[in-house]
């Protein structure tokens, strides 16, 4: 159930992201189906779909960048969870799509496929994303209680804490131009984000 009128039970994972995202910058009434995804493809596959889309969307439609941050704070805390058997994918997201993604970005300008500008860029769009999506998951672990399934995963704040020491530990003293070190800038420099999250004041 994306929208009324968009969905069908036969599209396949891709599609339907595509039109639930669609849905979202029509500004339209929108919902995405995370647990039938899950049934048809893993969590890494579909993370990565989804980063890809959003990616795509913002850098096509002026000002959807915030379409991109409310849509992936959606399917990354548990607002789009059936329940606790369902795998919680922020942890996924940090753990295993954020590396590939920061790695695919120095390949591309390496490469000379992406320029430094379009590089930073998104970057400020994953910053957004991941900033976004673990203030949320840290208000609903203070209003309702811990994440449901999270926890060999443990609390946002130490997700964030994790974020943070990976992020250090490989971006350099010199080093201002690896998508990791504009990331890590982005999230120290964003006051509602290091408000939350004082350690990455450090």
Known sequence: ?????????????THLLQAALSSSRSQLATSLDVPHILALQSPTRFLSQ?????????ASQLGDSDVAR???TYILTDFARAGPTQVPLLPVFLHVTLPEILSGFDDARRKGV??????????????????????????M???????TGMAN?????????KLHR???????????ESSAAILLKRLQTTQNFVSHFPVFLT
């Open 1 to 13: 159930m994306v929208t009324s009128g968009t969905f069908s039970p036969s599209m396949v994972p």
């Open 153 to 161: 995963a443990g609390t946002p704040t130490a997700m964030a804490e």
């Open 50 to 58: 989804m980063w890809n889309d959003l990616l795509l969307t913002s």
């Open 70 to 72: 409310i849509f992936a």
């Open 141 to 147: 672990d203070r209003t309702i209680g811990p994440l």
């Open 166 to 176: 990976w992020l250090k530990s490989i971006v350099g003293p010199q080093d201002s």
């Open 114 to 139: 992406s320029d430094m500008g379009t590089i930073v860029a998104s970057t400020e769009i994953l910053a957004a994303v991941l900033g976004s999506a673990l203030r949320a998951a840290l208000q």
